[in-house]
T-cell receptor, first 111, second 114 residues
Framework: GNSVTQMEGPVTLSEEAFLTINCTYT??????LFWYVQYPGEGLQLLLK?????DKGSNKGFEATYRKETTSFHLEKGSVQVSDSAVYFC??????????FGTGTRLQVFP | EAGVAQSPRYKIIEKRQSVAFWCNPI?????LYWYQQILGQGPKLLIQ????????DSQLPKDRFSAERLKGVDSTLKIQPAKLEDSAVYLC????????????FGQGTRLTVV
């Protein structure tokens, strides 16, 4: 079935470091891809999305590019801040119109 | 605009008891989801409604879990009887039209079964 695989955390970085969180997917057809973020004490919220191959989603300095050839949607940010500390979830919406999540990656940024 | 409302925020029950969760989605959102998020894991879809019809409930343990969305608006999720392994956060989300549109999540109900 369709699925999303994320790198295990926690990812621990110093402020202003470069961030990559890997995400790969398995799906039939052409899913839409998402990154959701869960800040401490808050609900899940959409960070960015991409709906077709080679699309780049971006928001708040984060970027991810839909790579069909490698079935990947890695999340990147050039310079992280302490306020970016959160759990990040990669997700896809499949042909059956279901929204499927990965297991999440915790990011901890220290000053 | 008002977000997705869930209640209660926390619930502690003994195993074999029953419990119900309530969700009020964003007005006008046709799609409503219930997810189970066990500590340290990603959200697992339990059931997805489109208006008041079920799109997918393949991962809903139907011997103990039930859900309904009367009139295509509010929804309730029930567990009867609860087991220890049901301890989790139950998330409700809604989207305008299907999974390709942004899903907005409530803050969840944290259930502890003792």
């Amino acid at each position: 079935g369709n699925s999303v695989t994320q790198m295990e955390g926690p990812v621990t970085l110093s402020e202003e470091a470069f961030l990559t969180i890997n995400c790969t997917y398995t799906a039939t057809g052409y899913p839409s891809l998402f990154w959701y973020v869960q800040y401490p004490g808050e609900g899940l919220q959409l960070l960015l999305k991409a709906t077709k191959a080679d699309d780049k989603g971006s928001n708040k300095g984060f970027e991810a590019t839909y790579r069909k050839e490698t079935t990947s949607f890695h999340l990147e940010k050039g310079s992280v801040q302490v306020s970016d500390s959160a759990v990040y979830f990669c997700a896809l919406s499949d042909q059956g119109d279901k929204l499927i999540f990965g297991t999440g990656t915790r990011l901890q940024v220290f000053p | 605009e008002a977000g997705v409302a869930q209640s209660p925020r926390y619930k502690i029950i003994e195993k074999r008891q029953s419990v119900a969760f309530w969700c009020n989605p964003i007005s006008g959102h046709a799609t409503l989801y219930w997810y189970q998020q066990i500590l340290g894991q990603g959200p697992k879809l339990l059931i997805q409604f489109q208006n008041n019809g079920v799109v997918d409930d393949s991962q809903l343990p139907k011997d103990r879990f039930s859900a309904e969305r009367l009139k295509g608006v509010d929804s309730t999720l029930k567990i009867q009887p609860a087991k220890l392994e049901d301890s989790a956060v139950y998330l409700c989300a809604s989207s305008l039209q299907g999974a390709s549109t942004e899903a907005f999540f409530g803050q969840g109900t944290r259930l502890t079964v003792v």
